[in-house]
């Protein structure tokens, strides 16, 4: 099946500092990609879909200008989290739609984030 | 709201059971997805059942919708220890975003 990895797994870092994480498709290319929210025993919340070559759509509620994403090529999505808080400690996922009709997705193993 | 709802929320059998999670919904789908997480990793795609579909089998797993009920279940027979996870709905109305349910954790003692 469709393999998609992120990096890093885990960071840790200090408030206010921004922090990115990749998203990539490994054996397969994808024009959009999505990147999720998961707080601890939640459910998976989508923040946005990210789009090669034009901007991202953000999720009601989501700042766009905290949450910065990058879609450069058909196998690469970046999440910028920018002037990173506590509150923004999370486990962040990404996932891409199969071929076909797209309908299924695959997800990276997620990154966990804390904010110091 | 398109989430799905799971219930239970938790639940804890013993290996060699049958595990049945069931998952409600609101509104129109085009399809519904199972996808299973182990503790902090990304998620797997179980299986897929479409709107116009009643019963899905794959392995041991068995999957039924009901539109008129707007609900499906998800039956996993004969468990085992390598079971243990969470496990989601995830509502697919038209368009390629997925809508999650708030899960249901599987604990499978050996």
């Known amino acids: 099946g469709a393999v998609v990895s992120q990096h890093p797994s885990r960071v840790i870092c200090k408030s206010g500092t921004s922090v990115k994480i990749e998203c990539r498709s490994l054996?397969?290319?994808?024009?959009?990609m999505f990147w999720y929210r998961q707080f601890p025993k939640q459910s998976l919340m989508l923040m946005a879909t990210s789009n090669e070559g034009s901007k991202a759509t953000y999720e009601q509620g989501v700042e766009k200008d905290k949450f910065l994403i990058n879609h450069a090529s058909l196998t690469l999505s970046t999440l910028t989290v920018t002037s990173a808080h506590p509150e923004d400690s999370s486990f962040y996922i990404c996932?891409?739609?199969?071929?076909?009709?797209?309908?299924?997705?695959?997800f990276g193993p997620g990154t966990r984030l804390l904010v110091l | 709201s398109q989430q799905g709802e799971e219930d239970p929320q938790a639940l804890s059998i013993q290996e060699g059971e049958n595990a049945t999670m069931n998952c409600s919904y609101k509104t129109s789908i085009n399809n519904l997805q199972w996808y299973r997480q182990n503790s902090g990793r990304g998620l797997v795609h179980l299986i897929l059942i479409r709107s116009n579909e009643r019963e899905k089998h794959s392995g041991r797993l068995r999957v039924t919708l009901d539109t008129s009920k707007k609900s499906s279940s998800l039956l996993i027979t004969a468990s085992r220890a390598a079971d243990t996870a969470s496990y989601f709905c995830?509502?697919?109305?038209?368009?390629?975003?997925?809508?999650f349910g708030k899960g249901t954790m599987l604990l499978v003692s050996p």
């Open positions: 995830a509502l697919n109305s038209g368009y390629s975003t997925l809508t």
């Open positions: 054996d397969f290319q994808a024009t959009t």
């Open positions: 996932s891409a739609p199969g071929t076909g009709f797209m309908e299924t997705q695959y």
